[in-house]
């Protein structure tokens, strides 16, 4: 199976054809896959590297951090049930917009983890920004509704860029 694609280069200029294009394969297929979209593999890599390095580090450091029920920010493992029997094994890192006061490491336990983070959610922030504005238009709002009722910095707010680290089997 491929996956269906949208690329997204000279979007300014194409912004009604892309509207269409993701539309279409939303509604009839439910996957898409998103190709110059604007964020340098060398940003993409270097996320990677240091999500990676964040779930090697020990799980006592990770614990300083611990997920927060109220506002889904913070880390946690192991803490999904899948079934009465079976706990689901992944990790992850939930990084929200908002009150995310005491939800990041010191930087004597990952250099750069913050500001890399918060970058890279902001890249994605952007190009988020522009695909669900396309979709807005697709449904009659105006092209900023969606970031209008998910306004980062308000404290309600629960839009975040969520890490993720399954173990081998």
């Known amino acids: 199976w491929d996956c269906p694609t949208v ?4 979007f300014d200029n194409r912004k009604d054809a892309i509207s269409q294009q993701l539309w279409d394969k939303a509604t009839k297929v439910g996957f898409i896959q998103i190709t110059n979209h604007g964020i340098a593999q060398s940003e993409i890599d270097k996320m990677f590297e240091m999500s ?3 779930f090697a580090l020990p799980a ?7 997920w927060d029920k109220q506002t889904n920010n913070g ?3 192991g803490s999904e049930v899948l079934d009465e029997a079976v706990a689901d094994l992944k990790e992850t890192y939930n990084v929200g917009f908002a009150n995310m006061a005491g939800k990041f490491l010191e930087e004597s336990d990952i ?3 913050k500001q890399t983070v918060q970058h890279f959610q902001h890249l994605c922030e952007e190009l988020s920004w522009k695909i669900l504005g396309c979709f807005a238009l697709r449904l009659g709002f105006p092209e900023d509704f969606f ?3 998910h306004d980062g910095t308000k404290p309600d707010c629960t839009k975040l860029l969520r890490l993720l680290y399954y173990p081998t089997a």
């Open 7 to 10: 690329d997204l280069h000279d």
């Open 111 to 113: 250099a750069g983890f």
């Open 52 to 54: 990676a390095k964040f």
């Open 75 to 77: 880390w946690e493992a």
């Open 60 to 66: 006592d450091v990770k614990r300083k951090i611990p």
């Open 147 to 149: 970031k209008q009722h």
